[in-house]
């Protein structure tokens, strides 16, 4: 078993700035793809980027020069910075750890919300 717990979530006005935290421990590997993903009332969960082990991310389009995801693989920690914040972006944002092979596993966070008010 993998557990997530994600921190960070909160209230902020258009324009400003967000932190997001996601702490893996138990049975995590370094070797896993660390995410965010999101989900607003309505829609369908949508990925907003991703970090492999080795460094390599990727971001969806609408966020891009916007977000930076980032990890910290001495405290299995992923960090999602969100700058220039959108009403938009407004979601509940889930972490994701995926690792492939013969210890595959794929575990969400408990998620947690942002709202951006304009």
């Known amino acids: 078993q993998v557990q997530l717990v994600e921190s960070g979530g909160g209230l902020v006005q258009a324009g400003g700035s967000l932190r997001l935290s996601c702490a893996a421990s138990?049975?995590?590997?370094?070797?896993?793809?660390m995410a965010w993903y999101r989900q607003a009332p309505g829609k369908q969960r949508e990925l907003v980027a991703a970090?492999?082990?080795?460094?390599?991310?990727n971001y969806s389009d609408s966020v891009k020069g916007r977000f930076t995801i980032s990890r910290d693989n001495t405290k299995n920690t992923v960090y999602l910075q969100m700058n220039s914040l959108k009403p938009e972006d407004t979601a509940v944002y889930y972490c994701n750890a995926r690792n492939e092979g013969f210890f595959s596993y794929n575990y969400w966070g408990q998620g947690t919300q942002v709202t951006v008010s304009s």
């Open positions: 970090a492999t082990s080795s460094g390599t991310t």
């Open positions: 138990g049975s995590f590997r370094s070797s896993s793809t």
